[in-house]
């Protein structure tokens, strides 16, 4: 009891002399009396009172300033009806924030208990163990931990079974099995070096190294650019937390000197498939932002070359900020940064999770990752159509005849690297690639095929062949969200029934009426899950076991596809309505909703086909304004990065990468940092009302200067304005499904299906008029109709 009051008295002296009279929020004088009970209230700042973790809290006292001084001697707090002294009681951004720790794990009762009145406030909590899981369901095993190659630190042992990863003692010696990674937490100090312009380790022995960079703040000060580097786990996965700090700082003191209160955490990209803890990577320590006083924070959990859970993604991500927030304050304000994986995370997170971001960078985004499932599953299917089943068409020997199907931009001058195998082997090819060759080849068995996938170290797992029991697939992945069949079988989320390939380019007269029929016919779908077999080269083995016989050459994956038999259709697929729900229901589809500003930028990448194809940030904006009405929140910027007039001689390896151009992101941060100070000056108008000037659609040259901007710069890509200047100079491309009638968003998984008599009197092929037997073929291909995409997605939940 005494502990708690002595504790409590000298801070509320120091709230006085500092005059920080006006920490809480409130206003008017005392309304205390020797008879009235005072009206304080408590309220959780590290994160949702049902959602703490790690069994800590920071919290804050609201009510009235000079009412809490005259009564701060009288004020304890209990949890759980005990008297409790805060860990830490400080004022920061005219609030008050008190750490306090002792809460069990699973229900607390937290009090803000006065000695004559009793109790004033309750708050009821929910803690959790700080390995988690909050709310994204049973945890995933086995578990590939990586903190030996990524921190050279063994994980902790904590299990007495046979599954897990070795845990060797300083002499190499097995100790144990470590089934959930954990490790202790630790802290390194770096510094910037002006002589190489990279990290490099602080001198133990607090010497100051002559190559030690400065570094300028955004407050104007110049300081040592010194950072400490907090790691550890949280949820499984590793964190980093970096922030600027002084020469001669403690391991174990969280300074806040330098720290301008901005909070940037930096998301990752990458596909993969889980059972693994993930990788660390040097942009958790961004210069650009670190150097200004920001924050940065991390964790392997949210790089998606780890895992696509996004469920799990998210969790994890309120739970690294809140101890971030536990440990350094609440920051002014918190903004993300990442690309393709991490701009989708920023979109479905600030869907998901209120609250967690204020403000986002998405680059090379997409809306979200399940979604592109539904038009990137067709590359295949299509390439081996075209390579394959009508490899005699010359038209599919064109580079640029392969658009009309798939939609993706061809580049005569980008080789498929397997058209000399193909030709030798006798299928068809083209001198160019269409974007699904580079780009995409090899994504469909990853995310598709239970048999093909690995995690990194997963070698060393005990018992030996723990791993083959794993099924490498998304679905899999995501079983705690999308569920089994009731006999076990994966849930597949891949639809193609009704979708007429190619019927765009037959409206328009670029392929024939029986082109566009033999397709249809002969286009086929995936099988099941569980009928797939392993992945043949160049997914595995080499061209010397393909001229062996020792494996087949099959880049499409042909023997997991349902084909024809010469006297039917090929048998299209029918995807899981439940797993589709699901996605829809957990959050796993952006389904538009943003309510904090983003700005989306990309390089221009389309002449290199890279998988970051552009209409990507119109599919998301058509969805915000589907849900929205408007999509006053979301600024697309391109950054141009086409090879310019004086490279255009240059053999194409030895131009430099597009991403070596300028970098926008940096301009993006500082125009977010005025539009959320905006929204906090102004809280009572829209997002979009709060915009500043340069908060506008854009698009630059490869030297970062700005061509053209304004609200109609990308006019004619989602509606049928006449080309904006930015929309004419980059152009964007379609996909498959587009090219089968399908709108931008891309997020009909399951498309409504109307009779083929209905579609032959709306319209939907044109002025084309059929002949019976044609009828019949069509009647044959789609004898449950085809697709009608005026009606809404049959995947989504019905109300």
């Not at 703490?52 to 919290?59: A, C, E, K, N």
């Not at 010359?394 to 980008?414: P, Q």
Request: proline letters at 6%; a negative charge; charged letters at 20%.
């Amino acid at each position: 009891m005494k502990s708690t009051r002595r504790l409590w008295l000298p801070f509320a002296v120091s709230m006085l002399a500092l005059g920080l009279s006006g920490c809480l929020s409130g206003s008017g004088g005392s309304s205390s009396s020797n008879s009235s009970k005072p009206d304080l209230s408590l309220a959780v700042l590290s994160s949702s009172a049902d959602q703490v973790s790690g069994g800590d809290v920071l919290i804050t006292i609201q009510g009235d300033p000079a009412l809490l001084e005259e009564e701060m001697d009288q004020l304890e707090f209990w949890i759980n009806d005990q008297t409790v002294a805060p860990s830490r009681l400080r004022v920061r951004n005219n609030q008050l924030e008190v750490l306090l720790d002792g809460l069990e794990t699973g229900d607390n009762r937290l009090e803000l208990q006065h000695k004559k009145h009793g109790r004033l406030d309750q708050l009821d909590l929910v803690n959790y163990p700080i390995g988690g899981p909050i709310f994204s369901g049973p945890q995933q095993y086995p578990f590939v931990c990586s903190t030996v190659q990524e921190l050279g630190k063994q994980p902790l042992v904590d299990t007495d079974g046979e599954m897990g990863y070795p845990v060797l003692d300083e002499g190499g010696n097995q100790i144990g099995l470590s089934k959930d990674c954990a490790i202790e937490s630790f802290v390194e100090f770096k510094y910037y070096s002006s002589a190489t312009n990279d990290y490099k380790p602080l001198p133990a022995d607090g010497s100051r190294p002559a190559d030690l960079a400065t570094t300028s703040l955004t407050d104007g000060r110049t300081v040592d650019f010194i950072v400490r580097q907090e790691f550890g786990t949280i949820n499984r996965f590793i964190y980093s937390f970096a922030t600027l700090a002084n020469l001669g700082d403690q391991h174990d003191t969280a300074s806040t000197a330098n720290w301008n209160g901005r909070l940037l955490f930096h998301f990752l990209g990458g596909v993969a498939i889980g059972h693994s803890q993930g990788r660390m990577d040097n942009r958790a320590l961004v210069p650009e932002v670190l150097g200004k006083g920001y924050a940065v924070i991390y964790s392997t959990a949210n790089r998606t070359s780890t895992h696509y859970n996004l469920q799990l993604a998210g969790e994890t991500a309120l739970m690294v900020k809140e101890h971030f927030t536990k440990r350094f304050g609440v920051p002014d304000y918190t903004v993300a940064i990442g690309g393709s994986g991490g701009g989708i995370q920023q979109y479905v997170f600030a869907q998901n999770h209120p609250g967690l971001l204020d403000a986002g960078v998405p680059q090379y985004s997409y809306p979200d990752m399940v979604t592109q499932i539904i038009h990137v599953g067709d590359c295949e299917l299509l390439e081996h159509y075209m390579d394959v089943t009508d490899k005699q068409n010359a038209k599919w020997r064109l580079t640029e005849n392969r658009s009309l199907l798939i939609g993706f931009n061809s580049e005569e001058d980008y080789p498929d690297p397997l058209a000399d195998a193909k030709a030798m082997l006798g299928f068809s090819t083209a001198p160019g690639s269409n974007e699904c060759l580079p780009a995409w080849r090899g994504l469909t068995p990853l995310v598709m095929n239970p048999h093909y996938g690995q995690a990194r170290n997963q070698e060393h797992m005990q018992p030996p062949g723990i791993m083959d029991s794993v099924e490498w697939s998304h679905f899999d992945d995501l079983r705690n969200i999308y569920g089994t069949t009731e006999d076990g079988k994966l849930r597949p989320m891949f639809d193609n029934v009704g979708v007429q390939y190619g019927l765009r380019a037959f409206v328009d007269s670029e392929i024939t009426a029986e082109e566009f029929l033999k397709l249809n016919e002969e286009i086929g779908g995936w099988k099941d899950p569980s009928e797939m077999v392993q992945e043949s080269f160049p997914f595995l083995g080499s061209e010397a076991d393909v001229l062996a016989g020792r494996i087949a050459f099959d880049p499409w994956s042909r023997a997991n596809m349902n084909l024809s038999n010469g006297t039917s259709p090929a048998p299209r697929t029918t995807g899981d309505t439940v797993a589709f729900n699901a996605a829809y229901s957990a959050g796993m589809v952006f389904d538009g909703q943003l309510d904090i500003p983003m700005i989306d930028w990309r390089h221009y990448l389309e002449e290199v086909l890279d998988m970051h194809n552009s209409h990507q940030s119109f599919s998301g904006r058509q969805r915000i304004r589907n849900k929205m009405g408007h999509s006053d929140n979301q600024v697309i910027w391109f950054t141009d990065a086409r090879p310019t007039i004086a490279r255009a001689d240059t053999p194409r390896q030895d131009r430099p990468r597009p991403r070596d151009e300028f970098d926008q992101s940096w301009m993006a941060l500082d125009v977010l940092h005025e539009w959320v100070m905006n929204i906090k000056a102004n809280p009572d108008v829209s997002v979009a009302e709060n915009k500043p000037a340069l908060a506008v659609d854009s698009c630059f040259d490869h030297q970062g200067q700005l061509i053209e901007r304004g609200d109609d710069v990308w006019d004619g890509i989602i509606d049928d304005q006449p080309l904006g200047a930015c929309a004419e100079l980059f152009p964007t491309y379609t996909t498959s499904r587009m090219e089968a009638g399908g709108p931008i968003e891309g997020s009909i998984f399951k498309c409504a299906l109307k009779p083929v008599a209905t579609a032959l009197a709306d319209g939907t092929y044109g002025s084309w008029e059929p002949n019976p037997t044609q009828i019949a073929r069509l009647e044959a291909i789609h004898p449950d109709g085809v697709c009608d995409y005026s009606q809404p997605d049959q995947g989504r939940p019905q109300s």
